[in-house]
């Protein structure tokens, strides 16, 4: 399998881009596996096709790094509104691109003709746990704990007891699940560690991505993130949404109608939480690296 591609990123959180308006690409599982290694492969997070839509200027399929489809990625949908932009596949402005999470539109900053930034109307956050999804017995799961383990101890008395290791933190979907956790100092983690265990945990049946949040002052707070799928990535748009959602919730950081800043480890998002709508609106970069065309190893779609 041969095709052409372009790597982009918004925020570091970078994705091979395939245009797939005039032919599908089969086996895009094992696709996304073989393009997304740094080493062996281009190097990404993942692969995203921007396909046809019967419903919306554009259809984007997103696949996780292990091969995985995911439902939204907010970073990634940026770089979908570049590339059709730029690439001359519409001169629309605003442009609508159907996701496995809704139909999004997107507002584009031109410069010189090229898209510089794009604003994502990125819907309503979700926190029924049903439709998350997440099991669970309450109605919302806000500033909950969530175990992560368990370990059997005797005490000085010779009885055992249980210790727990826990983490409280609010559950939000944005199209995808998210877990956001509130930290001292996010830069103090071992996400290797902490990752994993929240990604696989009982209670999130389709896995989580997980925010880990330092407060900076009431109009910044700082993330990073564990994505489901492809591990710590330098930015996550939903995950950002998320955040501001938990922030607000909580009243520990932002206001309604007034932008939010969100710094992850690849640059500066904004989010804002409109009160007239209840809708969450992304801001942020879209950036291509490189282009070029790739062959696959037969023996690597198998």
Not at 123 to 146: A, N
Not at 218 to 246: D, P
Request: proline share 4%.
């Amino acid at each position: 399998m041969k095709f052409k591609f372009s790597k982009m990123h918004g925020c570091g959180n970078d994705y091979v881009y395939v245009d797939c308006t005039q032919q599908e690409m089969s086996n895009p599982e094992a696709v996304a596996r073989f393009v997304s290694r740094y080493h062996y492969g281009i190097g990404s997070d993942g692969l995203i096709l921007i396909c046809p839509s019967e419903v919306a200027d554009f259809k984007m399929r997103m696949f996780n790094a292990d091969g995985s489809e995911g439902k939204m990625c907010g970073n990634g949908i940026r770089c979908v509104a570049k590339y059709v932009y730029d690439y001359h596949l519409t001169d629309k402005n605003p442009v609508s691109i159907e996701t496995l999470g809704g139909i999004k539109t997107i507002d584009l900053s031109i410069d010189n003709g090229k898209v510089t930034e794009a604003k994502v109307d990125m819907g309503q956050p979700e926190t029924r746990p049903r439709m998350i999804p997440m099991i669970t017995d309450h109605y919302i799961f806000v500033d909950q704990s969530l175990v992560l383990r368990e370990t059997t101890i005797v005490g000085t008395d010779n009885k055992t007891y249980k210790e727990k290791f826990f983490f409280n933190g609010t559950a939000v979907s944005m199209g995808n699940p998210h877990f956001v956790v509130f930290v001292p100092d996010v830069d103090a983690l071992d996400l290797e560690d902490l990752g994993p265990q929240f990604e696989h945990h009982k209670l999130f049946p389709e896995g989580v991505n997980t925010e880990f949040v330092q407060i900076i002052d009431e109009n910044t707070v700082k993330f990073r993130v564990w994505e489901r799928g492809s591990g710590e990535t330098l930015a996550c748009g939903t995950g950002a949404c998320a955040v501001n959602y938990a922030c607000m919730k909580l009243k520990k950081a932002g206001a309604m109608d007034k932008p939010l800043n969100v710094q992850a480890r690849g640059g500066m998002l904004k989010v804002t939480y409109e009160s007239g709508s209840n809708h969450i609106y992304l801001q942020g970069p879209a950036v291509e690296v490189f282009s070029g065309e790739i062959e696959i190893p037969e023996e690597a779609l198998q």
